[in-house]
């Protein structure tokens, strides 16, 4: 397992939770730079460039906000690598300077669309929420790795009513608890959660408009690719309050890991979770489909990894 | 078809629909009354058209929740009318009466308008055979739906 993999699960955890399980990280940058950077950043642009009204959505009293976004993740760059990133603050805008593309890009303050700049140089899918009638709304996003949802289909959508499909999230009023944390997220204090699930192959664009193409890997499970194939799929997800416009800025920094990459600890501690799963979470996260060959998979991997007794 | 969900504290309420739409409004008065809420409401049967329910809605004392349980198209162009009659999102709830629907196609983003009787529905953009979700979007006044096969 590489050592920036954000494993998702702490040392104790045997069963699957429902919860709010976000961590304050004041500090923290609101993105990553990491060793796929440059792979990413091109499957990236090639996305948006295909695929544009997929790729990027904004409404148009977002600006302000996206703007405000825009100089945070540039000013983030910065602070993650000095060598790498370098940025010019000017009256009515600021330049950032990338030296790992060799690039430059200006962004001013009244241009619009500036989430759509910076997303070119982030790994990160990047999404704006505002605030309005008690609610928080989706009104902006850079998104190319969606995990099986619509960027353009959940544009100025409810918080809440997005997330209705997501089976338990109104298990004792956990939906409201979380509108509730999000409302009062304060702009000293970001916050992080990793948000799991597996999936067959590594491909990162799993966009509901593409999910034909990236479901038919889940057919081709078996117990003896389990270990290559199957990925455990983990979004480190980071949430900022803007000072200025009090949007939320939602990031989202998805990496992969195969179960083969998992030592004997932790491939037990990922069958007992899956074991406690509800069965109507392992069919929303997809893994009902190949759930048989998986769990072969893992019993083998257990078997062999036991300490004969 | 869907219910309405019951949204406590408002002043009062509006309920109006068309034959296709009384039973979400049957399940809706019940729990008015059980709630000892305040409502009103009006019967869209023949011959009551949109101009009607417009004045009807707008003569409505602030602080009321609109519900409407209409056929397709004519809950979209009273959406409009109730946001310019003053009605705030959260004081709306619309449930389509009849089996037409606004679908949206996850796949190309088309919207179409189409009968749900009889699943499939084939996106007339794209000619792929969709499954419609319940997930409604209230910024695209659609519903989901999603290529069959991804089932
Ligand atoms: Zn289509």
């Known amino acids: 397992m590489k050592s920036s993999f954000p494993y998702p699960f702490s040392k104790e955890q045997r069963t699957y939770s429902y919860s709010n399980d976000a961590y304050p990280i004041t500090g923290k940058p609101c993105i990553e730079v990491n060793d796929s950077y440059i792979e990413e950043i091109s499957y990236k642009r090639q996305l948006i460039k295909e695929q544009p009204g997929r790729c990027f959505r904004s409404l148009p009293h977002t600006h302000e906000a996206q703007y405000e976004a825009a100089k945070l993740t540039a000013e983030h760059l910065v602070n993650v690598s000095e060598e790498e990133f370098s940025i010019d603050v000017t009256t009515g805008g600021f330049t950032l300077y990338n030296s790992i593309l060799n690039e430059q890009v200006s962004v001013e303050e009244f241009s619009g669309d500036a989430l759509r700049v910076i997303g070119d140089h982030v790994q990160e899918d990047l999404i704006l929420m505002t605030e309005r009638d008690q609610d928080i709304y989706m009104d902006a996003g850079y998104v190319c790795f969606p995990a099986g949802w619509s960027l353009t289909f959940n544009l100025g959508m409810p918080f809440l009513q997005i997330h209705e499909p997501v089976p338990g999230f109104t298990h004792q009023g956990l939906d409201r608890r979380i509108l509730r944390f999000l409302r009062g997220l304060h702009a000293d204090t970001p916050y992080e959660r990793l948000n799991w699930s597996l999936s067959a192959g590594r491909r990162l664009d799993h966009s509901l408009e593409t999910i034909t193409e990236w479901k038919r890997e889940r057919q081709l499970v078996s117990p003896d690719n389990a270990g290559n194939k199957v990925q455990l799929r983990v979004e480190r997800q980071r949430l900022f309050r803007l000072p200025e416009t009090q949007a939320i800025l939602f990031t989202i920094h998805t990496h992969h890991c195969a179960l083969d990459e998992l030592d004997y600890p932790l491939v037990e501690q990922l069958y007992k979770i899956l074991e406690s799963m509800p069965r109507d979470i392992l069919k929303y996260k997809g893994v009902s489909e190949y759930e048989e060959p998986l769990k072969e998979y893992l019993e083998r991997k257990l078997d062999y990894g036991r300490e004969p007794s | ?151």
């Open chain 2, 1 to 151: 078809m869907n219910s309405f969900h019951f949204a406590a504290g408002h002043l009062r309420y509006l309920l109006i629909f068309d034959s296709k739409g009384a039973e979400p409004a049957a399940s809706l008065r019940n729990s008015l009354i059980n709630e000892g809420a305040e409502f009103k409401e009006l019967y869209a049967g023949s011959g009551r058209d949109l101009k009607w329910i417009s004045e009807e809605i707008s003569s409505q004392k602030n602080g009321t929740c609109l519900y409407a349980a209409l056929e397709t198209g004519l809950l979209e162009k009273l959406e409009t009318a109730a946001v310019c009659a003053g009605y705030l999102p959260e004081e709306i709830q619309f449930i389509p009466s009849g089996s037409r629907r606004r679908i949206f196609c996850a796949h190309c983003h088309h919207i179409s308008i189409t009968d749900c009787e009889n699943p499939p529905v084939q996106c007339s953009s794209c000619g792929r055979y969709l499954k419609v979700s319940g997930s409604r979007s209230g910024y695209w006044q659609a519903y989901l739906a999603v290529d069959r096969e991804a089932f």
